[in-house]
């Protein structure tokens, strides 16, 4: 238990449909990410927010959306995804001080 | 954009093996991280590093910042050590709240 909160843990998901992955952290961590990892593939950034702010977008499509309502809580909002898409989201918080991330136990999402 | 290169890719001992494993990466960085992932898909920091040694456990990270180079090693290796372990540093050298970049994991069999 990282302290860090993923849901759901699994999702399946078709081609028009559209869902949200939900990560939450109450680590009192101001900077928070998403990573994706995909079949036989490292570990990939996809986005970062530091204090709510978006401060990186490492060119995720469009059909990829995050949201930061809070630094406690960020969302992707996944809409008209291709089955390539399909893999491990995990999202991360770091502490202030930059010596641990904390990851979730990640969302596998299967894109039908 | 930093690039990390880890060996080896798959790795298979006997339990009481002393393991090594290896990491370099191309661009000057503040701090690298090595961390640990379960077949659940779960990741947990191990370590960050910016100089020297540290050791948990029985686990040891070193790091050589003027050659570009860490390694971990696992003294005494349990089959509960088997996983896969990755490296990871900061994207872009300027490190903060950037997000990392990973490499391709060692995949970790300690037999009975």
């Known amino acids: 238990e990282t302290g860090v909160t993923q849901t759901p843990r699994h999702l399946v998901m078709g081609m028009t449909n559209k869902k949200s992955l939900k990560c939450e952290q109450h680590l009192g961590h101001n900077a928070m990410y998403w990573y994706k990892q995909s079949a036989k593939k490292p570990l990939e950034l996809m986005f970062v927010?530091?204090?709510?702010?978006?401060?990186e977008n490492n060119s995720v499509p469009s059909r990829f959306s995050p949201e930061c309502p809070n630094s406690s809580h960020l969302f992707l909002h996944l809409h008209t995804l291709q089955p390539e898409d399909s893999a491990l989201y995990l999202c991360a918080s770091k502490d202030r001080s930059g010596n641990t991330i904390y990851f979730g136990e990640g969302s596998w999402l299967t894109v039908v | 954009k930093n690039e990390v290169e880890q060996s080896p890719q798959n790795l298979t001992a006997q339990e009481g093996e002393f393991i090594t494993i290896n990491c370099s990466y191309s661009?000057?960085?503040?701090?690298l991280h090595w961390l640990q992932q379960h077949p659940g898909g779960g990741i947990v920091s191990l370590f960050m590093l910016s100089s020297g040694k540290k050791k948990h456990g029985r686990l040891i990270a070193t790091i050589n910042i003027q050659e570009k180079h860490s390694s971990l090693h696992i003294t005494a290796s349990h089959p509960r050590d088997s996983a896969v372990y990755i490296c990871?540093?900061?994207?872009?050298?300027?490190?903060?709240?950037?997000?990392?970049?990973f490499g391709k994991g060692t995949h970790l069999i300690i037999q009975p």
């Open positions: 661009v000057g960085i503040s701090a």
């Open positions: 990871a540093v900061p994207l872009y050298s300027g490190g903060g709240a950037d997000g990392l970049t």
């Open positions: 927010y530091n204090f709510k702010e978006q401060t």
